[in-house]
């Protein structure tokens, strides 16, 4: 008793322990990615601010204004570190004057000018009138930008300038209107028109990097001072965006990049240069203003000193941090994981403490990933729009965080556990007068005859002699494919029976359920094996004794291949069904957990008809009924060892056939049998993880899907609408996309570490698992939507092929990878190669093109010549089938099939 508790203390002092040390591990990550930068401090007092009254919910293109009292803070804050400020309009806001004038805030008062010529006339009204009326107006600015709109004429925009400045003449206020300094100097006869000149200096937009922008700005300045000398200028704006895109110069050459560090820097170094007491000039701007999302792009909303919640984003002097609120991120980070991390460290005490700190380190960054999309709507400033996008990223990120950590969870038993658990060996065979009675049932359609009579032949062939074979040939039309295996089936006797349906319902489980009825009485066990196997002699000998124990259901050999060595495409698919063999059914096995396969597979009959044999409904009938005697209670086995040997898919489209029909039909399983998975039911925890999370890799291809064509939308969106479309979706997107290639590189590390298979049969199983991808796709979406599949049998063996029908099979993946490459250089093109957000973008439709690259590899590979074939035509002999080894020369062969060690070769 005092061992156990001492062993049970020790497991959770060390389970804290590693969970603290993650956890711990990654509040140093953020540290360190935020270390602040040192710039040079800002001694001199602003002179004053460009301000605009919008809150963060307010925008005055929908009529939403800010109130006297949120006006009446802002200015009282601005009023802590600024003389004066700079207005933009006078009839939306008309309370700002007077509530700036309480605070002894000198005004430089607005008008807008736009295409309205009503407004227009309002605007100038009443600046006019607040202008005569306030003694702390000493400026006035009719029209702001309104020649680099193109809203206005030089000529329509002086008929406002002297309308203004006649009514001001008399009170001696001086008027201007506010351009940036490349329209001053394209347009000069507009200086004749104002009393000073208003000039914008935003180094940003012209891609100028922060290193040289303040000395830049002030170069503009002084290239406008020559032009004009004769005329006052005053800066109305300049300042720096805290986050935008990256713009380069039109050398390409530079990059302006938009950051809260470089925002500081500009405004630090600007204050404190040593010209700087000398000009007059507004701080562009006072608070951010979300609002201009919608009109300047997302840059536009970022240049204020001050965030839209009226919080400093930086201090003038000492330390600038990138974000000052990964403290906050960093823990809440570490509190979503921490339990998740303690229970991996505690419970999965058979793994090693390399290995559990790993899968915690996984999920320590899976819940980082998490908080900072879910921080995204504080961190920017969103529209609707944007909203609902980042809606779809943040499922899109928490779909692949689950796939993700499903499969680390996998990856990490096969690599880190010390032992199997439950590991299933061939054994001893009975003697013969205690065989239990074994009926075999074998369902064909369509299919050639020699290939079937070669599995019936080794079936007959089996050191077995309690058994009985139905061959179940169901809506075979041909008389030239059925007649020859009813033939054999009488040259072999009693004990095989041969029976053709015609037009008969339920594909494959139809027959099998036909089968069933027609089974001998004394049967016991009912095997079930594919046309196209040719099992060994001991498949039945060394696996039924397994049934021994009473609550044994199912036993599962694997599926195998033949005839592969020589052709490329028939290569990919043995090493890629191999890998699941391998890995996948081990880490299912020891939690009896199992996917039942329609092949090589053994079910107790008893059990079987209690659960009311196979699912007609269902075209994954064999993984169906499998998960049902599990829902029922019952243990299943696997036992990797190879007994039996099919044929690959005749080509590329014959396995997208087959793993359509497996995605449709495990989509059937997964809403029929919701219910019991999230309910009460027999299920076991671990089972029910098991079943939920085994389809996530599909589910994680239909996400991919889906991620192709939203890409595609929003390149259109970006190049058609920028402003629209300049959320900084890369951003965003990276971390799905991360987690898509760390994930993608864990089925090669797996295959390498697990088979004895050479790099290029490991990259071209990979290649055909992505290649696979659409198909997986289509799959799980047709299942979701519909009720009931086709089963469509799987051409086995190979065939020549037309070169017309090369096209055929792949055509939806070209169609993708033509649009995906299309957007590409239509961003290109039109963004210009320089540009880093475009280069960006191109990167991420250029991972979308993967499966669609891969998918025409694969039909590639399909249509490459069969070695042995070619060396028999050659040789005018045809060629002999290597014989199927024994389970002792299998266990030899641990590249065929060997018993799989876990955190081991």
Same mark, same amino acid.
């Given at each position: ?5 001492v ?15 993650v ?6 990550l ?28 307010q ?8 109130s006297?009292?949120?006006v ?6 601005l ?21 700036a004038?309480?605070?002894k ?27 005569r ?11 702001n930008?309104?020649i ?12 406002y ?9 008399r009170?001696?206020i ?10 001053w ?11 000073y ?15 040289s ?25 300049i ?37 700087t ?48 609120r990964?403290?906050?991120? +960093? %823990?809440?980070? *570490?509190?979503? $994981?921490f /339990?998740?991390?303690? @229970?991996?460290?505690? =419970? ?12 915690? +380190? %996984?999920?320590? *960054?899976?819940? $980082?990933t /998490?908080?900072?999309? @879910?921080?995204?709507? =504080?961190?920017?400033?969103l ?9 779809? %990223?943040?499922? *899109?990120?928490?779909?692949t965080?689950?796939?993700?950590l ?47 009579i ?36 009488a ?18 489980a ?16 009912v ?21 021994d ?8 050999a ?15 698919c ?14 299912r096995?020891?939690?009896n ?13 008893l ?11 269902c ?10 005697l ?43 049998h ?40 929003w ?12 959320l ?10 991360a ?14 570490r ?62 993708l ?5 299309s ?30 690259v ?7 590979a ?11 035509v ?9 014989p ?18 876990p955190?081991?070769?």
């Amino acid at each position: 008793m005092l061992k156990s508790t001492v062993s049970l203390i020790y497991r959770l002092v060390v389970a804290l322990i590693l969970a603290g040390v993650v956890a711990g591990a990654q509040y140093l990550l953020w540290e360190h990615f935020n270390r602040g930068a040192e710039f040079i401090g800002a001694e001199n007092n602003i002179q004053g601010f460009a301000y605009s009254a919008f809150q963060r919910n307010q925008n005055p293109l929908k009529g939403t204004y800010p109130s006297d009292e949120e006006v009446g803070r802002d200015l009282d804050l601005l009023a802590q570190s600024a003389e004066r400020i700079r207005t933009y309009g006078t009839t939306d806001i008309p309370s700002i004057v007077p509530l700036a004038g309480q605070r002894k805030l000198t005004v430089t008062a607005g008008a807008w000018l736009s295409t309205d010529k009503e407004a227009n006339e309002r605007e100038v009204v009443a600046v006019v009138e607040t202008a005569r009326k306030m003694r702390h107006v000493n400026r006035v600015v009719v029209g702001n930008e309104a020649i680099l709109r193109g809203d206005l004429t030089v000529a329509e925009l002086a008929e406002y300038l002297a309308t203004a400045r006649k009514s001001l003449r008399r009170v001696k206020i001086p008027v201007s209107t506010a351009e940036p300094w490349h329209v001053w100097l394209k347009y000069p006869e507009l200086a004749k028109h104002v009393d000073y000149i208003t000039v914008h200096l935003l180094p940003y937009h012209e891609g100028v990097p922060i290193e040289s922008a303040v000395e830049y700005a002030l170069m503009r300045y002084d290239e406008l001072a020559r032009t004009f000398p004769k005329k006052k200028i005053v800066i109305g704006e300049i300042g720096w965006p805290s986050r935008g895109p990256i713009i380069t110069s039109q050398d390409g050459h530079a990059m302006a990049v938009a950051s809260v560090e470089n925002e500081a820097r500009f405004i630090r170094e600007f204050l404190a240069h040593p010209r700087t007491p000398k000009l007059d000039y507004f701080l562009m701007e006072a608070f951010d203003q979300p609002w201009k999302v919608e009109v300047e792009g997302w840059a536009g909303a970022y240049w204020g000193m001050y965030n839209a919640e009226r919080g400093a984003k930086f201090p003038l002097d000492g330390l600038v941090v990138k974000d000052i609120r990964w403290h906050e991120k +960093a %823990l809440t980070a *570490a509190a979503i $994981a921490f /339990l998740p991390m303690f @229970l991996i460290a505690f =419970a999965l005490r058979d793994w090693s403490v390399f290995g559990r700190l790993w899968l915690a +380190a %996984l999920v320590q *960054a899976c819940a $980082a990933t /998490l908080v900072i999309g @879910l921080n995204v709507p =504080a961190d920017y400033y969103l529209t609707q729009r944007d909203l609902i996008g980042l809606g779809g %990223l943040i499922t *899109a990120t928490v779909l692949t965080i689950a796939v993700l950590l499903s499969h680390g969870f996998e990856f990490g038993e096969v690599l880190f556990k010390r032992r199997w658990r439950r590991r299933f060996l061939p054994l001893a065979a009975h003697p013969a007068e205690n065989e239990p009675f074994v009926s075999i049932h074998l369902a064909c359609c369509n299919e050639p005859p020699e290939m079937v009579i070669a599995t019936i032949d080794s079936l007959a062939a089996m050191k077995y002699s309690n058994f009985e074979v139905l061959v179940l040939d169901n809506n075979t039309k041909d008389e030239a494919l059925w007649k020859p295996l009813e033939k054999r089936c009488a040259e072999l006797g009693p004990r095989f029976r041969f029976f053709h349906l015609e037009n008969w319902p339920g594909f494959k489980a139809g027959a099998l359920n036909f089968g069933l009825k027609q089974t001998d009485p004394r049967a016991e066990v009912v095997g079930v094996v594919d046309a196209d196997y040719v099992v060994s002699p001991d498949w039945l000998s060394c696996l039924i004794p397994h049934f021994d124990a009473p609550d044994v259901a199912v036993v599962q050999a694997p599926q195998a291949h033949r005839d592969w060595e020589t052709q490329p495409f028939r290569r990919m698919c043995n090493w890629e069904f191999d890998g699941f063999f391998r890995i996948g059914m081990h880490h299912r096995n020891e939690r009896n957990a199992l996917i039942q396969h329609g092949t090589m597979t053994l079910v107790r009959r008893l059990a079987l008809e209690e659960v009311g044999g196979w699912s007609e409904w269902c075209i994954c009938e064999d993984t169906e009924l499998g998960l049902r005697l599990i829902e029922k209670g019952y243990d299943t086995r696997y036992v990797d060892y190879v007994l039996g040997r099919g044929l690959t898919p005749s080509d590329f489209a014959a396995i997208k056939s087959q793993r359509f029909r497996w995605a449709f039909g495990a989509m059937q399983i997964l809403k029929h049998h919701l219910p019991a998975m999230i309910g009460p039911s027999r299920l076991n925890l671990a089972q029910r993880y098991h079943f939920l999370t085994g389809w996530f890799a599909w589910l994680g291809d239909a996400l991919q899907l889906v991620f192709a064509f939203a890409s595609l939308a929003w390149t259109i969106g970006m190049l058609y609408m920028p402003k629209a479309f300049g959320l900084p979706v890369t951003a965003l997107a990276m971390p799905i996309l991360a987690f898509m290639a760390f994930k993608a590189a864990l089925g090669p590390i797996l295959y390498r570490r697990t088979m004895d298979a050479p790099w290029k049969d490991i990259l071209g199983a990979s290649v055909l698992s992505v290649g696979l991808a659409h198909a997986i796709a289509r799959g799980v979406f047709a299942g979701l939507v519909k009720r009931r599949g086709e089963f469509v049998r799987t051409p086995k063996g190979w065939k020549d092929k037309g070169a017309f029908a090369f096209f055929s099979p792949i055509r939806e993946e070209i169609g993708l990878l033509l649009a995906l490459v299309s957007g590409a250089l239509a961003m290109v093109i039109l963004r210009g190669a320089n540009d880093i957000e475009a280069q960006l973008w191109v990167g991420i439709l250029a991972l979308q093109c993967i499966p669609y690259v891969a998918a025409i590899a694969c039909q590639v590979a399909a249509y490459m010549p069969d070695r042995q074939l070619a060396a028999a035509v050659s040789a005018t002999a045809p060629t002999k089938p290597a014989p199927l080894p024994s389970p002792a020369a299998s266990i030899a062969r641990p590249a065929i099939a060997r018993e799989l060690q876990p955190g081991g070769s």
